[in-house]
């Protein structure tokens, strides 16, 4: 049996919880992670969205974002989405700078943490995802975006030549929220990258 943490300190968190479940269809849990000692038991993690700048200071304070660090490093699959995918790159824009937010740096990317504009600016667009038959409904929400990826990123789809979601081994980067959909592809997609789980 399968169980999947949610980082649930701040953000998207229920919606995720729920997704997850669903695509699991019985073959594991999901549990929300407040505190440090929650992922190391985890095989995988999931990192919602919601407030990067509040997300990242609570997930140090907690003691949580290094449990994340050493668990991804050992090969554990980690999602994130939205503010999520601002935490695990490399590299920030000058806002992460101005904000001192201190990343995960697990991926070699750089973010732009506003690049698709203000919480009013929020669209829905059909979007070409690599491995995906079909376009997936990709809500986005006062969205970032990847401007750079190094070689061993692997880009999976982009959106106004913007990267909006990308793969580097174990880890996968969404600039959107695909629990807010009914499409469970990504949420599949992300378990399938789970060490001994096949499609």
């Known amino acids: 049996m399968l169980k999947i943490g ?3 300190i701040q953000g998207n968190v ?3 919880v729920q997704a997850a479940e669903r695509a699991l269809d019985g073959r594991g849990t999901v549990v929300k992670i407040k505190h440090a000692g929650g992922v190391p038991g985890c095989d995988a993690v999931i990192i919602p969205g919601g407030e990067s700048t509040t997300l990242c200071r609570l997930a140090w304070s907690e003691g949580i974002a290094q449990e994340i660090i050493d668990r991804a490093r050992s090969g554990m699959p980690v999602m994130g989405t939205c503010a999520g995918l601002i935490l695990l790159a490399s590299r920030g824009d000058q806002e992460v700078a101005k904000t001192k937010q201190r990343l995960l740096g697990l991926m070699d990317t750089t973010v732009d ?19 995906f ?3 997936f409904n990709a809500v986005f929400i ?3 975006a990847i401007t750079s990826a190094g070689k061993g990123v692997d ?11 990308a793969r580097q081994g ?4 969404l600039a959107f929220h695909p ?3 009914d499409d469970l592809r990504l949420h599949k997609y992300f378990l399938h990258m789970i060490p001994g789980e096949r499609n």
């Not at 943490?113 to 929020?122: E, I, K, L, P």
């Not at 999976?156 to 979601?165: E, P, S």
């Not at 174990?170 to 980067?173: E, F, H, K, T, V």
Request: proline share 6%.
């Open 6 to 8: 949610v980082i649930a």
């Open 14 to 16: 229920q919606e995720h």
């Open 113 to 131: 943490r506003n690049a698709f504009g203000r919480q009013v600016d929020s669209f829905e667009a059909p979007l070409r995802i690599k491995g």
């Open 133 to 135: 038959d079909e376009p």
């Open 142 to 144: 006062r969205a970032p």
């Open 155 to 165: 880009v999976l789809a982009k959106l106004d030549d913007r990267i909006v979601a």
């Open 170 to 173: 174990n880890l996968l980067a």
């Open 179 to 181: 629990e807010l959909t």
